[in-house]
């Protein structure tokens, strides 16, 4: 008995093979470069090649750009149709246009079957191949004979291929990490982590009895990231899992924008590419960007800091202008004109030179942008120390994640104020999402390194492997785009709830400025501050 059901399972397993790939369109192929140009006009409507596409739209036929209305927006991602206000858009599946029989449609309009010049004039003119006009829901477009040419090549396999980096039984998803990924560093936990969750959904059967597969790619210098991250997006892998970036997110962002792979990450990069609305880059939690605009704002809203005189104290870096550059604009929102840009040598500068420049200025509120790499000296608690041996107390205004673990080794006597802005807190794990958390560390053996980045990490998974489940067994790389535009308010345990939208890619939109109390080190007060726009 035990043999038979052995064989049977085999012999269903083989058979599901078979069936994928004989069954026309059911294992994924690479697109034509003319199927990939219609495919970008079918779900955009705007032509690959640069021309104009424009749409006539109701009786009026009142004139639109084609990307108002693309043929996606009604007859959906897999062509099959969309009901919506009382519209029951066609399927125009190419199967379903073609069969010899013709066609009845949900009107009893009858029609035979459609071609490649009889689809053409439907799409331009409205009418069926039996002379019928179309519902007036349907538009009409104007386009050029070549995009015309690329989209009729797409509407024969729409609906019928499967996204690369996908199979019948296994989902790549690609992470890009520092090298090397030794298994303590920050690369090599953050790997740790999704392979352990994966391994958890892959031995309850998997999504849709699809496996899910980690494909890594590790760049060494920031110079070898944007590479790293091409050459695992055309491995191929359905989508990018959070990437150590290093300072590349907006090139890694454009990239797998180019590409239509989309990538979650648990965290916005360093200059504030997470308020990009890049459609297919969503992040879990504030980066250093937007943490800066939330200090600003809690700065201006506070002690009339907006009539004192401030400054943005930033390394001379590409990152460090592009991020005080964002804080000034900022602080602009608020009429706050008294506001000054100083950089710095994040390597080779005496904070002792830059506290008494700051100091004859008679800057009260500092905003301090510390970098990745620095002389020790340049830590904050350096500027604070030499604040403190010239007097000088002025409100500190930082990044935490930047500031990194110096609040302990504050220097004792610095009579300012300090406040520091974080894109979670402790106080966002409710019991039952850290006892989840625990469990799956202690059952996987996890690094105790980099606590705060295997629990963003172990979001991230979360929030991916719900979506890919929400999306369903027809799933796609724009099924999933359009789930997670849909996530609303999710509460998951671990992170402040997480709201995406159609114009927003950042789930929890602002941070946490916390107050310091400079005697005990401890936190003061926390204020979530979600920034002005």
Not at 180 to 196: N, Q, R, T
Not at 327 to 334: C, F, G, N, R, Y
Request: hydrophobic share 40%; proline share 6%.
């Amino acid at each position: 008995m035990v043999t038979e059901t052995a064989d049977r399972r085999w012999l269903l397993k083989a058979l599901s093979a078979l069936l994928l790939v004989l069954l026309p369109g059911l294992a994924w192929s690479e697109l034509t470069e003319q199927q990939a140009r219609g495919q970008k006009l079918y779900l955009s409507g705007i032509s690959a090649r640069g021309n104009p596409v424009e749409a006539y739209v109701g009786g009026q036929s009142v004139r639109l750009p084609g990307s108002v209305v693309p043929c996606a927006s009604c007859h959906g991602e897999d062509g099959r149709g969309r009901p919506e206000g009382g519209v029951i858009p066609s399927d125009i599946t190419w199967p379903r246009l073609t069969k010899a029989y013709g066609v009845t449609s949900t009107s009893n309009r009858r029609h035979p079957p459609y071609d490649e010049t009889a689809l053409s004039v439907a799409i331009v003119e409205g009418g069926d191949p039996a002379g019928n006009r179309l519902d007036s829901a349907m538009p009409r477009y104007a386009m050029a004979t070549e995009d015309m040419a690329d989209l009729v090549a797409y509407l024969k396999v729409v609906g019928q291929t499967i996204d690369p980096g996908m199979s019948a039984d296994s989902i790549q998803l690609g992470l890009l990490i520092p090298a090397p990924a030794a298994p303590d560093s920050l690369g090599g936990v953050i790997k740790a982590v999704y392979e352990a969750y994966f391994a958890d959904i892959n031995g309850a059967g998997g999504i849709y009895n699809r496996k899910l597969q980690l494909v890594t790619e590790s760049a060494a210098a920031e110079g070898e990231v944007v590479a790293a991250a091409e050459r695992l997006a055309r491995r191929p892998v359905f989508a990018l899992l959070g990437a150590v970036t290093g300072g590349q997110g907006a090139a890694v962002g454009a990239l797998m924008e180019s590409l239509k792979v989309p990538s979650i990450g648990p965290l916005g990069d360093y200059a504030g590419e997470a308020d990009s609305l890049d459609r297919y880059s969503f992040y879990l939690l504030a980066g250093t960007g937007v943490q800066q605009r939330s200090l600003v704002d809690y700065a201006a809203a506070t002690a009339k800091r907006a009539d004192a005189a401030a400054a943005i104290l930033h390394p001379r870096t590409a990152a460090g202008e592009k991020l005080a550059a964002l804080m000034a604009s900022q602080a602009a929102l608020h009429h706050w004109t008294a506001i000054e840009r100083i950089g710095y040598d994040p390597r080779d500068s005496d904070p002792r030179m830059l506290v008494k420049a700051l100091r004859d200025k008679n800057v009260e509120t500092l905003f301090f942008i510390e970098p990745a790499e620095r002389a020790p000296e340049l830590a904050w608690t350096g500027l604070a120390a030499a604040a403190r041996e010239q007097g000088w107390a002025p409100a500190m205004f930082l990044s935490g994640p930047l500031a990194g673990h110096g609040i302990p080794d504050r220097p004792s006597g610095f009579g300012g104020e300090l406040f520091f802005a974080y894109p979670t807190l402790p106080r966002d794990l409710s019991p039952e999402g850290l006892r989840e958390f625990q469990q799956f560390h202690r059952r996987h053996g996890l690094s105790g390194r980099h606590l705060q980045l295997q629990i963003s990490a172990y979001a991230t998974a979360k929030l991916l492997a719900r979506a890919l489940k929400t999306s369903g067994r027809n799933l796609s790389r724009e099924k999933l785009v359009a789930v997670l535009e849909d996530v609303y308010q999710y509460q998951n345990g671990l992170t402040p709830p997480l709201t995406f939208g159609p114009n927003r890619r950042l789930g929890a939109d602002g941070a946490y400025v916390v107050g310091v109390d400079t005697d005990s080190g401890r936190f003061s007060s926390a204020n979530w501050v979600a920034p002005l726009r």
